[in-house]
């Protein structure tokens, strides 16, 4: 998914909300021993924990930290953490930090500047904030994206670590909630959609007759068509490759007089989905599209759109299909 500063609204967070986001950012970073003082008086702090410094020559050793979290429609003001200091100053304490939105004002910096303390202070306001949650795709969409987004990452998650496909239920909710038209969509994840929808076609058409639905991905297409990241997929040494470290390579084609359909299944074991092709060609109107989903760590997409030697590519790739086709026919 794509996201932008603009994506993250902290004034949709309430004040318990946004200590947890905090809380999540925390562990991201690798501070530990995390103690959230939720609910009643958090004597200073919303949040203590500590973080492990490894000091080539002292060796490694834990500072504690306070944590206070400030979620603010205005500036943060000296009379909003003046008591935070007063608690740190009593405490024994290495570092205490302010993560305030949207900013603490100019005021509230210079009183903190002539404060003597034992301690560090340290303070992210808004924007650095969200810089750091841009880097966690996954906090993003936890805490500022609607349903259907946070949906589509439960899917990818699930075909990465459990090699599980979405349902045809699955594809319409997606297609419910407008995903397809959503510009935050990566082309990772609009191929991911794409190759799901065409791998549980059949299933598709069941689900929308028993349900009186309807389920269309093709506005994907165009998405697709217009961010092409290589110039041909269907290399034949690729999939011998894949086929040589043992998994399964299942073909599927359709020969029109229009054109060509294509689909190629990867499998690791005889239920798994690890890798989906797909190809279609239009030779009326010249033009073909490749899609390629292969699940690893994360999930690679490559695409190819291509409007030229139309004929080549449509005879190149039924060649492939049919040498493949035939291997594992005499297997």
């Known amino acids: 998914m794509h996201f932008k500063e603009e994506d993250i609204d902290f004034s949709n967070l309430s004040s318990d909300k946004f200590e947890e986001l905090c809380y999540d950012l925390l562990i991201k970073y690798g501070f530990h021993s995390l103690r959230w003082k939720k609910g009643g008086s958090d004597n200073g702090r ?21 944590i206070e979290c400030k979620n603010h429609k205005k500036a943060v003001n000296v009379s909003n953490i003046d008591s935070k200091f ?11 930090l302010i993560i305030a939105s949207p900013y603490l004002s100019k005021s509230t910096h210079e009183w903190i500047e002539k404060r003597n303390t034992n301690y560090n202070v340290h303070i992210i306001e808004a924007k650095k904030l969200k810089l750091l949650l841009l880097s966690h795709e996954d ?15 439960h899917l990818k998650q699930k075909w990465i670590h459990e090699r599980i496909l979405p349902s045809a239920n699955d594809l319409d909710i ?8 959503n510009s935050k ?19 598709i058409e069941l689900y929308c007759d028993r349900h ?21 997929v269907f290399k034949k040494e690729k999939f011998l490759e894949i086929k040589q470290m043992g998994w399964q390579i299942i073909p599927n084609y359709n020969m029109y007089k229009s054109g060509f359909y294509g689909e190629v299944v990867v499998k690791r074991s005889s239920k798994k989905v690890d890798g989906i092709y797909s190809c279609s060609i239009d030779k009326k109107n010249k033009k ?23 004929k080549k590519k449509y005879d190149k790739l039924y060649e492939h299909f049919t040498d493949i086709y035939l291997q594992r026919e005499a297997n």
């Open 174 to 181: 997606i297609y419910n909630n407008a995903l397809v038209n």
């Open 46 to 66: 919303d949040i203590e924990c500590y973080y492990t410094v490894t000091n080539p020559l002292l060796g490694s050793y834990n500072e504690k930290w306070f």
């Open 139 to 153: 906090l993003v969409i936890k805490y500022f994206m609607d349903k259907g987004m946070r949906y589509l990452y």
């Open 185 to 203: 969509l990566s082309l990772e994840e609009a191929g991911f959609i794409w190759n799901s929808y065409i791998y549980t076609d059949s299933d």
């Open 288 to 310: 073909g599209l490749e899609v390629l989903v292969l699940r690893e760590n994360k999930i690679i997409v490559e695409v190819a759109f291509w409007k030229n030697k139309v």
């Open 212 to 232: 009186n639905r309807i389920i269309s991905f093709e506005k994907l297409n165009k998405k697709l068509s217009s961010n092409t990241n290589v110039k041909f």
């Open 86 to 96: 007063a608690w740190a100053d009593a405490e024994n304490i290495d570092n205490l």
